[in-house]
């Protein structure tokens, strides 16, 4: 679910950006260039240098999105395989109750 959230939140700052209409920090007004990943949230240059996230890993937003999307992709490749299972298995017992 917290992938979901993520991804969610990442496609919708990249369509935002790719209108024109770049996603601005609430704090400082900058772009939000960076993904903090302890915190998991969109940041701006200035809130990396701030206290909250020195420390913090930071990698540029656009590869964190790539990243959560793989992660996502591989993780719904996962649930559609289990689905296909749990037919068979469905179609399986179906048989022979019939």
């Known amino acids: 679910a917290k992938i979901i959230e993520i991804a969610k939140r990442l496609s919708l700052q990249a369509a935002k950006g790719g209108a024109g209409g770049e996603k601005l920090c609430e704090k400082h007004r900058e772009?939000?260039?960076?993904?903090?990943?302890?915190?998991?949230?969109?940041?701006?240059?200035?809130?990396?240098?701030?206290?909250a996230h020195r420390v913090h890993a930071v990698v540029p937003i656009e590869e964190a999105a790539e990243e959560h999307k793989e992660k996502f992709q591989a993780r719904v490749q996962i649930l559609k395989d289990r689905k296909e299972k749990l037919l068979g298995l469905k179609m399986a017992e179906e048989g022979k109750s019939l």
């Open 31 to 51: 772009a939000l260039k960076l993904f903090c990943e302890e915190d998991q949230t969109p940041i701006c240059l200035v809130c990396r240098e701030s206290q």
